[in-house]
Each structure stands twice: as C-alpha cells, then as structure tokens.
C-alpha cells in the first residue's frame, strides 16, 4: 500500500492486523485477462513495407528524429516492425523494436484504463463529481471522472506554457497540485462533457482523485489495475525521483529552448535524467511498441473491461472548435476516421498509439525528438493509416476502412513543415 496512507494503529490485534493486510493485498490483485487475437503470420508486401518507411522518414525528417521505432500490425495483410534511422545524431546504432521509450501524452489513456477497471469493480462511477472525492480543490465544480478521462472537462492543457521548462530542467520534481495549477489558471468556463480539448490537466486530476478514492499509489495503482492484469511485462511507472530509465532506452533528443520559449535552432540535446512528474499520470510511463499494442487491443477489443464499458470508449463528443465528424474525443481516445488512439510528446520523444476495432489495425511508434509537438504524431498515423486503407485483403479478413485524408496530403504536410523551419502541421483537414 501507499507509504503516503496512515497505518493501522498498533492498538489492533496482530491477528487483525495479519487478516486485514491479507485482504488488503487480496483487493490490490486483479486476475490476468486473456491475450488479444493472435497477429496475422508474416509480413507485408515489399511494397507497402517500403512506402510505409517513407512515411516514417518523412516524419523523421520533419521532426529532426535521428531515429524511430515502429510497429504496423494488419490482421488481412501481414506486419511490419522495425527500427530505423540511429539512435543518435551523427550514430551509426540502429534503434531495434525492443528498446524502451517515455511514452509521453498517450500514457493518460492508462489513467483511463485504471479508473474503467475501478467502475467495474464498483469502486466508482464514471458520473462520480470530481469535488466530491478531491474537496479541498478550487475550480472543479460540475466535472465529473468520465469527463476527466473523456478530455471533455473544459481545462487547459499545462503542457502549453510549461513545456519549455520541462525540456530545459528535465530532473525537476513537479508537485501535482502545481501542474494542476497552471492548468486551471488558463481554463475557460466552458460546460464540462461538451467537447473534447487535449488536456494534461485532466488526467492529473484523475490520477489524484484514483489516489485519494483508493488510498493506494499511482504506482500501485497501475501494477494491480493495468501492468498485471494486462501483462504489460516492459511497462512502468516509475516513482518521480527515479530519474533513470532502462539500459537500453532508445535515447530521446529535444532543440533547447530560450527564455521566452523560443525554440534555439543549433543542435539537439539529449534528454537523459528526468523525472515523470512533468506528467505525472498524464503520461509518465516508460513501454515498448509491443506492450503499447497489447494495451490498446485489450483496452479496445480485449477483456479488460466489461462489455458495456469497452461500448463507452468510442461514443465520442465533437472536438472543440472542429465540425469535421470523423474526429471526436472518447474515453481515453480520440476518433481519427476509423481509429481509435492518441498521439503524444514528452522531452525526448513524440509517439503514436491507434487501433481501428473493426479490421483490427494497430499503429504504435516513437520518434526520438519531441520539439515539434504532438500535431507530428498524428500527422504520421494518419499517414500510415492512409496507406494501409489501401491494401487488399490476402486472406479474405476485414480491411481498414478508407480515410477521409490521402496519404500524400499527410506526406505533404510534413514535406512543408518541419522543426527550425515552419510551424508542425495543424491536425489534417479532410479530402
């Protein structure tokens, strides 16, 4: 249990005592689920692995990424896992697929993981008020943890003003409260539950209010409710001063930053010691592409949840400020055409992680220098799914539906804005 939690007195019985940390640590396990539908064997045509390496190279280009890591799995097709580029400017090592990663913003839809086991389990409830557990917090009035995990709660996304900082002091420990803090410092009055916005904020928020609801860690949390159960055996969540990372991480590079948050155009440097708390349960896990796949099959498509639950994660709200209607924002997801998934950035790395349910594609990949911004991330997916919608089937299993982008629009967008250049590219319009 949480070391932050207060005891059992030591007046109780030692028998007490022992029956009341048995069942205690009864609760905090959860029983595996079983595994996803098994991948297709073999891998895809010469010809689509090669244009899918294009597209990865075009987004390495753009970014700056002196290497990637990517996974492209397709149940009608076959797969495509590789690693490309080096892992360092200048290198001569390439990344390979089993190297560990900081996952960025795509880590707080395993926030939204933890909180869908909690409801099954009936702990809580997705229309629980956020004020109700966490009473001493200003400025939460009206959101409840579904729309916490929706991103739907109106609040700012922190990241926008404190990213600078996160790159250029990258070992700083980071109270929650403070990032909450400069998320709803610049939060509009919005109604909660009727758009979703990306929002770091949010998922903080929902990580205290998981903590304080259970008394048990984040980390506990997440090792009980998600990394067991899934078998996530290459997935953590590392305390905040554990400013390390495996041995054989695939190092992550940003541009610096000036005073004024400019971006300094000279040579990226290498983001080594840092410290989760920047993100904290917005996205403070370190995984592979292969346990990131696993996860979002099974949050998707899998067992984790119940079946009325896993229907919830793809009822969608409309994206704030966007009538387009194949984008919207679901629990712990956002809607880009067919897939489901999120794009993310933290100092070192800019990732993807998407999966359409109904022909079971997954997209995992990581590029290894984030000062672009998350809008790069998606702009690959997009890309990559594009080029998959056009592969038929060779053995007669459903194929991804069409995008409603073309992959050389995408290919364009990273063609004409890159880092130290032009500004990332805006989400892709649709045609």
């Known amino acids: 249990?949480?070391?932050?939690?207060?005891?059992?007195?030591r007046i109780v019985a030692a028998v007490t005592a022992v029956t009341l940390s048995v069942a205690v640590l009864a609760g905090c396990q959860s029983a595996a689920v079983p595994d996803p539908s098994?991948?297709?064997q073999g891998e895809l045509p010469a010809e689509v692995q090669g244009a899918l390496q294009s597209a990865v190279e075009g987004a390495m280009a753009a970014t700056k990424s002196s290497g990637a890591i990517v996974g492209v799995w397709a149940p009608w097709a076959g797969?495509?896992?590789?690693?490309?580029?080096?892992?360092?400017?200048?290198?001569?090592?390439?990344?390979?697929?089993?190297?560990?990663?900081?996952?960025?913003?795509?880590?707080?839809t395993m926030t939204c993981a933890v909180l869908l086991r909690l409801v099954d389990q009936g702990t809580l409830s997705l229309d629980t008020q956020l004020d109700s557990i966490l009473t001493r917090q200003a400025a939460i009035k009206g959101i409840t943890l579904g729309q916490l995990c929706q991103s739907s709660a109106g609040l700012a996304d922190f990241t926008s003003n404190l990213a600078p900082t996160f790159v250029q002091n990258p070992t700083r420990i980071w109270p929650p409260a403070e990032l909450i803090a400069n998320g709803l410092v610049q939060s509009s009055q919005s109604t909660p539950g009727q758009a979703y916005q990306p929002s770091s904020t949010s998922y903080v928020l929902l990580g205290q209010a998981?903590?304080?609801q259970t008394r048990r860690s984040a980390q506990e949390l997440f090792t009980s409710e998600l990394f067991d159960p899934a078998r996530l055996s290459h997935t953590s969540f590392p305390e905040p001063t554990d400013l390390t990372t495996p041995e054989n991480t695939l190092p992550g590079y940003s541009y610096p930053f000036d005073v004024t948050g400019?971006?300094?155009?000279?040579?990226?440097?290498?983001?080594?010691?840092?410290?989760?708390?920047?993100?904290?349960?917005?996205?403070?896990?370190?995984?592979?592409?292969?346990?990131?796949?696993?996860f979002l099959q099974l949050y998707l498509t899998g067992d984790l949840?119940?079946?009325?639950?896993?229907?919830?994660?793809?009822?969608?709200?409309?994206?704030?400020?966007?009538?387009s209607d194949w984008r919207g924002g679901g629990?712990?997801?956002?809607?880009?055409?067919?897939?489901?998934?999120?794009?993310?950035?933290?100092?070192?790395?800019?990732?993807?992680?998407?999966?359409?349910?109904a022909s079971g594609l997954v997209i995992v990949f990581a590029l290894n220098n984030s000062t672009g911004g998350w809008g790069f991330a998606q702009t690959l997916a997009q890309e990559i799914a594009a080029i998959m919608s056009a592969v038929p089937s060779a053995n007669g299993a459903p194929v991804v539906a069409q995008t409603p982008w073309k992959a050389q629009d995408m290919a364009q967008l990273f063609a004409s804005s890159t880092v130290c250049n032009t500004p990332a590219p805006a989400p892709a319009p649709a045609g």
């Open 38 to 40: 098994p991948d297709a």
């Open 305 to 323: 949840f119940s079946q009325g639950l896993r229907d919830q994660i793809t009822q969608t709200v409309p994206v704030a400020g966007d009538p």
């Open 1 to 9: 249990m949480s070391k932050r939690w207060t005891r059992v007195p």
């Open 79 to 108: 797969n495509w896992v590789t690693g490309l580029g080096t892992t360092e400017p200048g290198g001569s090592t390439a990344p390979t697929p089993d190297m560990p990663f900081r996952v960025g913003t795509i880590g707080a």
């Open 262 to 294: 400019g971006v300094q155009c000279t040579q990226p440097e290498q983001i080594g010691k840092a410290s989760n708390s920047m993100l904290d349960t917005a996205g403070g896990q370190i995984s592979t592409i292969g346990d990131l796949k696993r």
């Open 210 to 212: 998981l903590e304080t």
């Open 331 to 357: 629990l712990g997801v956002v809607k880009l055409g067919p897939l489901y998934g999120q794009a993310g950035w933290v100092p070192g790395y800019l990732t993807g992680m998407y999966a359409d349910p």
